[in-house]
């Protein structure tokens, strides 16, 4: 690997949506491979478990789906209905190539989606909360796609969970949500090298009302 090999490091650096559409585009053929395999990336798994045994059901959003990591681990359970949404459109092609995904849809979280309201009964996501990347302004637009009854398990940066505001917005939410809970997990195997070898990261599960 050399320098301007995309890696953790880089990723964490990020700050606007040009530098993770930049990033993206350059990692996505080298993904799961250079980073999900080689750190042994958990919380995909932990998000397809949490989902399943909290009784999920789709059609599901994923939101951030990269390279379709959470995808894989939920259909190994079994087939559900799910649709790939993510800002790098190289990433979504990665996806697609798996087939696991009804729909993949190029679109920035931070804005507006080309989604109509109520259109899911789950909302996933693994890795999409962290470094420079998505903040809790999002979760608004998630809250809005989402069905009454709708199933959430999303990961967070553990410490961004109240430095960013992330608290702050889901108690905002008030009797929006119902049967919020939230627990810490290793974000990386025990194989994983490096700085980040042992970060933790928030798994946070709730309904949409």
């Known amino acids: 690997m050399t320098a301007d090999d995309p890696d953790l490091e880089t990723a964490y650096a990020l700050e606007t949506p040009g530098d993770n559409l930049a990033l993206y585009a350059r990692w996505a053929e080298t993904y799961d491979q250079s980073f999900a395999r080689a750190m042994e990336f958990l919380m ?107 199933l959430f398990v999303l990961t967070v940066k553990t410490e961004h969970f109240e430095a960013r505001g992330f608290a702050a917005k889901f108690k905002s939410f008030g009797d929006r949500i119902a049967g919020f809970s939230t627990v810490s997990l290793p974000i990386y195997g025990p194989g994983a090298e490096g700085a980040h070898k042992d970060d933790e990261g928030l798994l946070v599960v709730f309904r949409k009302t």
């Open 44 to 150: 995909p798994g932990h998000v397809a478990r949490l989902f399943s045994a909290q009784g999920g059901q789709g059609p599901v959003l994923d939101a951030g789906a990269g390279t379709g990591l959470v995808a894989e681990a939920m259909q190994a359970g079994g087939a559900i209905e799910m649709d790939a949404l993510d800002l790098s459109q190289e990433m979504l092609a990665v996806a697609a190539s798996k087939k696991l995904y009804r729909n993949h849809i190029v679109a920035d979280l931070t804005q507006k989606l080309p989604l109509p309201d109520g259109e899911y009964n789950g909302v996933v996501s693994s890795g999409t909360f962290t470094h420079g990347h998505v903040g809790p302004e999002a979760l608004d637009e998630l809250m809005r796609v989402a069905a009454p009854g709708a």
